[in-house]
Protein backbone atom coordinates (compact mmCIF):
# COMPACT_ATOMS: atom_id res chain seq x y z
CA UNK A 1 0.00 0.00 0.00
CA UNK A 2 1.23 3.45 -0.87
CA UNK A 3 0.97 6.22 1.19
CA UNK A 4 1.15 10.14 0.44
CA UNK A 5 3.11 12.04 2.84
CA UNK A 6 2.18 15.50 1.41
CA UNK A 7 3.20 17.81 3.57
CA UNK A 8 5.88 15.50 4.97
CA UNK A 9 6.89 12.88 7.91
CA UNK A 10 9.51 12.68 10.70
CA UNK A 11 12.02 10.21 9.37
CA UNK A 12 10.90 8.03 12.13
CA UNK A 13 7.33 8.11 11.41
CA UNK A 14 8.62 6.91 7.86
CA UNK A 15 10.81 3.98 8.91
CA UNK A 16 7.81 2.74 10.77
CA UNK A 17 5.68 2.66 8.39
CA UNK A 18 8.12 1.14 5.74
CA UNK A 19 9.36 -1.40 8.10
CA UNK A 20 5.27 -2.19 8.53
CA UNK A 21 5.23 -2.68 4.68
CA UNK A 22 4.41 0.36 3.55
CA UNK A 23 5.74 2.37 0.45
CA UNK A 24 6.22 6.14 1.80
CA UNK A 25 6.37 9.30 -0.65
CA UNK A 26 7.09 12.10 0.64
CA UNK A 27 7.25 13.91 -2.54
CA UNK A 28 4.92 17.33 -2.02
CA UNK A 29 2.36 17.42 -4.58
CA UNK A 30 0.92 20.87 -5.19
CA UNK A 31 -2.82 21.19 -4.45
CA UNK A 32 -4.11 21.73 -7.82
CA UNK A 33 -2.69 18.78 -8.90
CA UNK A 34 -3.95 16.15 -5.60
CA UNK A 35 -7.25 15.40 -7.68
CA UNK A 36 -5.42 14.06 -10.58
CA UNK A 37 -2.54 12.27 -8.80
CA UNK A 38 -3.85 11.11 -5.57
CA UNK A 39 -5.44 7.90 -6.37
CA UNK A 40 -2.13 6.42 -7.28
CA UNK A 41 -1.76 6.31 -3.57
CA UNK A 42 -4.72 4.32 -0.72
CA UNK A 43 -4.05 6.99 2.20
CA UNK A 44 -2.00 10.57 2.44
CA UNK A 45 -1.27 12.62 5.11
CA UNK A 46 -1.17 16.16 5.71
CA UNK A 47 0.15 18.89 8.47
CA UNK A 48 -1.61 21.82 8.15
CA UNK A 49 -0.92 22.93 4.47
CA UNK A 50 -2.74 20.45 2.47
CA UNK A 51 -6.59 20.71 2.36
CA UNK A 52 -8.61 17.62 1.88
CA UNK A 53 -12.03 18.84 1.02
CA UNK A 54 -15.40 17.51 -0.32
CA UNK A 55 -14.49 17.46 -3.99
CA UNK A 56 -10.92 15.91 -3.34
CA UNK A 57 -12.23 13.38 -1.71
CA UNK A 58 -14.68 12.59 -4.41
CA UNK A 59 -12.45 12.59 -6.90
CA UNK A 60 -10.17 9.94 -5.02
CA UNK A 61 -12.00 7.00 -4.10
CA UNK A 62 -8.95 4.85 -3.64
CA UNK A 63 -8.35 6.85 -0.65
CA UNK A 64 -9.01 4.65 2.46
CA UNK A 65 -7.03 6.58 5.39
CA UNK A 66 -6.36 10.63 5.75
CA UNK A 67 -3.40 11.47 8.61
CA UNK A 68 -3.44 14.72 9.76
CA UNK A 69 0.22 15.39 11.78
CA UNK A 70 -0.91 17.76 14.10
CA UNK A 71 -4.21 19.03 16.53
CA UNK A 72 -6.57 20.74 14.21
CA UNK A 73 -8.24 19.11 11.26
CA UNK A 74 -10.07 22.56 9.75
CA UNK A 75 -8.09 21.62 6.80
CA UNK A 76 -9.90 18.11 6.34
CA UNK A 77 -13.72 18.04 5.57
CA UNK A 78 -13.67 15.25 8.45
CA UNK A 79 -17.34 13.95 9.05
CA UNK A 80 -17.48 13.90 4.92
CA UNK A 81 -14.69 11.32 4.63
CA UNK A 82 -15.65 9.35 7.32
CA UNK A 83 -19.21 9.25 6.01
CA UNK A 84 -17.29 7.99 2.78
CA UNK A 85 -15.81 5.39 4.62
CA UNK A 86 -12.41 7.21 4.99
CA UNK A 87 -10.79 7.08 8.36
CA UNK A 88 -9.66 10.28 9.82
CA UNK A 89 -6.76 10.20 12.33
CA UNK A 90 -4.75 12.93 14.15
CA UNK A 91 -2.02 13.24 16.64
CA UNK A 92 -3.77 15.72 19.27
CA UNK A 93 -1.24 14.66 22.00
CA UNK A 94 1.90 14.75 20.38
CA UNK A 95 2.64 18.73 20.52
CA UNK A 96 1.17 20.02 23.30
CA UNK A 97 4.18 20.89 25.33
CA UNK A 98 5.85 22.22 21.98
CA UNK A 99 3.03 24.45 21.93
CA UNK A 100 2.85 25.48 25.50
CA UNK A 101 6.20 26.23 25.42
CA UNK A 102 6.06 28.50 22.43
CA UNK A 103 3.11 30.48 24.08
CA UNK A 104 5.30 31.21 27.00
CA UNK A 105 8.39 32.23 24.59
CA UNK A 106 5.52 35.18 23.24
CA UNK A 107 4.70 36.26 26.91
CA UNK A 108 8.13 36.40 28.40
CA UNK A 109 8.73 38.62 25.17
CA UNK A 110 6.04 40.51 25.86
CA UNK A 111 6.90 41.41 29.55
CA UNK A 112 10.46 42.45 28.87
CA UNK A 113 9.93 43.70 25.13
CA UNK A 114 11.98 41.72 23.50
CA UNK A 115 10.66 41.51 20.26
CA UNK A 116 10.85 45.29 19.90
CA UNK A 117 14.05 45.43 21.62
CA UNK A 118 15.68 42.87 18.85
CA UNK A 119 14.00 45.26 16.20
CA UNK A 120 15.74 48.57 17.70
CA UNK A 121 19.33 47.33 18.93
CA UNK A 122 20.48 46.60 16.01
CA UNK A 123 20.17 50.30 14.51
CA UNK A 124 19.57 51.94 17.32
CA UNK A 125 21.86 50.38 19.67
CA UNK A 126 24.90 51.80 19.38
CA UNK A 127 23.86 55.13 19.46
CA UNK A 128 20.60 55.51 21.46
CA UNK A 129 21.62 52.78 24.30
CA UNK A 130 20.15 55.13 26.46
CA UNK A 131 16.94 55.68 25.59
CA UNK A 132 15.96 51.95 24.36
CA UNK A 133 17.31 51.53 27.89
CA UNK A 134 14.56 53.97 29.51
CA UNK A 135 11.96 52.81 27.03
CA UNK A 136 12.29 48.82 28.01
CA UNK A 137 12.98 49.46 31.72
CA UNK A 138 8.90 48.85 32.82
CA UNK A 139 9.19 45.38 32.36
CA UNK A 140 6.75 42.99 34.84
CA UNK A 141 7.45 39.87 36.16
CA UNK A 142 5.17 36.62 35.06
CA UNK A 143 5.13 35.26 38.80
CA UNK A 144 2.20 36.02 41.08
CA UNK A 145 -0.01 37.33 37.95
CA UNK A 146 -3.10 35.32 36.56
CA UNK A 147 -3.03 33.45 33.61
CA UNK A 148 -6.37 32.84 31.92
CA UNK A 149 -6.40 29.93 29.42
CA UNK A 150 -9.69 29.87 26.92
CA UNK A 151 -10.01 26.02 26.01
CA UNK A 152 -8.75 23.47 28.71
CA UNK A 153 -7.74 20.23 26.36
CA UNK A 154 -4.03 19.13 25.98
CA UNK A 155 -2.95 21.95 24.69
CA UNK A 156 -4.12 24.48 27.37
CA UNK A 157 -4.15 22.26 29.67
CA UNK A 158 0.10 21.68 29.10
CA UNK A 159 0.09 25.34 29.15
CA UNK A 160 -1.63 25.90 32.66
CA UNK A 161 1.26 23.82 33.72
CA UNK A 162 4.11 25.75 32.57
CA UNK A 163 1.98 28.89 34.07
CA UNK A 164 1.91 27.26 36.88
CA UNK A 165 5.68 26.20 37.66
CA UNK A 166 6.21 29.75 37.13
CA UNK A 167 4.39 30.63 39.98
CA UNK A 168 1.25 32.07 38.21
CA UNK A 169 -2.43 31.22 39.05
CA UNK A 170 -4.89 29.81 36.55
CA UNK A 171 -8.19 30.53 35.53
CA UNK A 172 -9.75 28.51 32.61
CA UNK A 173 -12.70 28.65 30.64
CA UNK A 174 -14.04 25.49 28.90
CA UNK A 175 -17.24 23.78 27.90
CA UNK A 176 -17.16 21.09 29.51
CA UNK A 177 -16.82 20.59 32.92
CA UNK A 178 -12.42 20.34 33.83
CA UNK A 179 -10.09 19.52 36.79
CA UNK A 180 -9.89 21.56 40.01
CA UNK A 181 -6.11 20.88 39.89
CA UNK A 182 -3.40 20.22 37.88
CA UNK A 183 -0.08 17.43 38.79
CA UNK A 184 3.06 18.71 38.26
CA UNK A 185 6.19 17.08 37.99
CA UNK A 186 9.62 18.22 39.27
CA UNK A 187 12.99 15.80 38.10
CA UNK A 188 11.08 12.97 36.36
CA UNK A 189 9.79 12.21 39.83
CA UNK A 190 8.54 14.46 42.37
CA UNK A 191 4.62 15.31 41.75
CA UNK A 192 2.53 18.46 43.23
CA UNK A 193 -0.84 19.20 42.89
CA UNK A 194 -1.82 22.61 42.15
CA UNK A 195 -5.28 24.18 42.05
CA UNK A 196 -6.57 25.97 38.99
CA UNK A 197 -9.99 27.44 38.88
CA UNK A 198 -12.55 26.72 36.39
CA UNK A 199 -14.73 29.94 35.48
CA UNK A 200 -17.47 31.94 33.01
CA UNK A 201 -15.32 33.21 29.71
CA UNK A 202 -16.57 36.98 31.25
CA UNK A 203 -14.91 35.78 34.45
CA UNK A 204 -12.00 35.03 32.62
CA UNK A 205 -11.58 38.19 30.71
CA UNK A 206 -12.09 40.83 33.89
CA UNK A 207 -9.35 38.81 36.18
CA UNK A 208 -6.85 37.40 33.75
CA UNK A 209 -3.65 39.89 33.23
CA UNK A 210 -2.70 37.37 30.59
CA UNK A 211 -5.03 35.39 28.25
CA UNK A 212 -4.03 32.25 26.18
CA UNK A 213 -5.98 30.88 23.55
CA UNK A 214 -6.46 27.47 22.62
CA UNK A 215 -9.85 26.76 20.67
CA UNK A 216 -10.31 26.17 17.14
CA UNK A 217 -11.91 28.77 15.01
CA UNK A 218 -15.78 28.29 14.86
CA UNK A 219 -18.68 31.21 13.27
CA UNK A 220 -17.40 34.49 14.60
CA UNK A 221 -13.95 35.67 17.11
CA UNK A 222 -13.71 34.68 20.92
CA UNK A 223 -12.33 38.08 21.55
CA UNK A 224 -13.98 40.76 19.37
CA UNK A 225 -14.83 44.42 20.12
CA UNK A 226 -17.36 43.50 22.85
CA UNK A 227 -14.84 41.35 24.84
CA UNK A 228 -12.18 43.37 24.31
CA UNK A 229 -14.22 46.15 26.50
CA UNK A 230 -13.98 43.69 28.91
CA UNK A 231 -10.26 42.88 29.48
CA UNK A 232 -8.42 44.42 32.01
CA UNK A 233 -6.33 47.08 30.78
CA UNK A 234 -2.54 46.17 29.77
CA UNK A 235 -3.50 42.20 29.50
CA UNK A 236 -1.35 40.16 27.23
CA UNK A 237 -2.96 38.07 24.55
CA UNK A 238 -1.34 35.07 23.17
CA UNK A 239 -3.10 33.03 20.54
CA UNK A 240 -1.44 29.69 19.11
CA UNK A 241 -4.65 28.55 18.11
CA UNK A 242 -6.27 29.19 14.69
CA UNK A 243 -6.20 32.85 13.01
CA UNK A 244 -9.52 34.75 13.40
CA UNK A 245 -10.24 33.31 17.10
CA UNK A 246 -8.94 37.30 17.59
CA UNK A 247 -10.00 39.67 15.97
CA UNK A 248 -7.31 41.03 14.10
CA UNK A 249 -8.83 45.16 13.46
CA UNK A 250 -10.25 45.11 16.97
CA UNK A 251 -6.71 44.08 18.28
CA UNK A 252 -5.14 46.79 16.53
CA UNK A 253 -7.15 49.25 17.70
CA UNK A 254 -6.55 48.01 21.23
CA UNK A 255 -3.20 47.87 21.44
CA UNK A 256 -2.83 51.12 19.70
CA UNK A 257 -5.29 52.52 22.46
CA UNK A 258 -2.99 50.88 25.32
CA UNK A 259 -6.06 48.78 26.59
CA UNK A 260 -3.55 45.54 25.46
CA UNK A 261 -0.08 46.13 26.62
CA UNK A 262 1.00 43.57 23.83
CA UNK A 263 0.15 40.44 21.82
CA UNK A 264 1.96 37.01 20.75
CA UNK A 265 0.70 35.44 17.68
CA UNK A 266 1.63 32.59 16.14
CA UNK A 267 -1.29 32.45 14.10
CA UNK A 268 -2.88 34.80 11.53
CA UNK A 269 -6.59 35.43 9.54
CA UNK A 270 -4.80 35.26 5.91
CA UNK A 271 -2.17 33.03 6.41
CA UNK A 272 -0.30 32.59 4.33
CA UNK A 273 -0.62 36.16 3.80
CA UNK A 274 -1.08 38.07 7.16
CA UNK A 275 -1.82 41.79 7.11
CA UNK A 276 0.56 44.43 6.85
CA UNK A 277 -0.46 46.34 9.72
CA UNK A 278 -0.40 43.01 12.17
CA UNK A 279 3.26 42.54 11.03
CA UNK A 280 4.91 45.86 11.50
CA UNK A 281 2.81 46.96 14.84
CA UNK A 282 5.70 47.29 17.26
CA UNK A 283 3.53 45.79 20.19
CA UNK A 284 3.11 42.20 18.68
CA UNK A 285 5.44 39.66 19.30
CA UNK A 286 5.63 37.47 15.98
CA UNK A 287 6.31 33.63 14.89
CA UNK A 288 4.87 31.82 11.60
CA UNK A 289 2.51 28.91 12.94
CA UNK A 290 5.68 27.21 14.64
CA UNK A 291 3.74 25.85 17.62
CA UNK A 292 4.21 22.31 16.80
CA UNK A 293 7.38 22.64 14.86
CA UNK A 294 10.44 21.34 17.34
CA UNK A 295 12.35 18.44 16.69
CA UNK A 296 10.61 16.45 19.30
CA UNK A 297 7.07 16.93 18.45
CA UNK A 298 7.50 15.97 15.30
CA UNK A 299 9.18 12.97 16.24
CA UNK A 300 6.48 12.30 18.25
CA UNK A 301 3.98 13.63 15.76
CA UNK A 302 5.50 11.15 13.29
CA UNK A 303 5.89 7.80 15.42
CA UNK A 304 1.86 8.37 16.57
CA UNK A 305 1.01 9.07 13.12
CA UNK A 306 2.58 5.75 11.81
CA UNK A 307 0.62 3.85 14.49
CA UNK A 308 -2.36 5.05 14.22
CA UNK A 309 -2.11 4.40 10.27
CA UNK A 310 -0.92 0.85 10.27
CA UNK A 311 -3.39 -0.04 13.00
CA UNK A 312 -6.14 1.72 10.77
CA UNK A 313 -4.69 0.40 7.20
CA UNK A 314 -4.05 -3.03 8.14
CA UNK A 315 -7.47 -3.94 9.63
Not at 240 to 253: F, N
Amino acid sequence: MRILANDGIDPIGKKILEEAGFEVDTQHIPQEELADKLNAYDAITVRSATKVRQALIDACPNIKAIGRGGVGMDNIDVEYARSKGIAVVNTPAASSHSVAELVFAHLLNGVRFLFDANRKMPVEGNTNFGALKKAYAAGVELQGKTLGVVGFGRIGRETAKIALGLGMDVVYYDLFAGPAALTLTFSGAVQVDIPVKQVTLNELFAASDFISLHVPFLDKPVIGKDEFALLKDGVGLVNASRGGVIDELELLKALDSGKVAFAGLDVFDAEPNPRAEILTHPRISLTPHIGAATNEAQERIGEELAGLLIETLKK
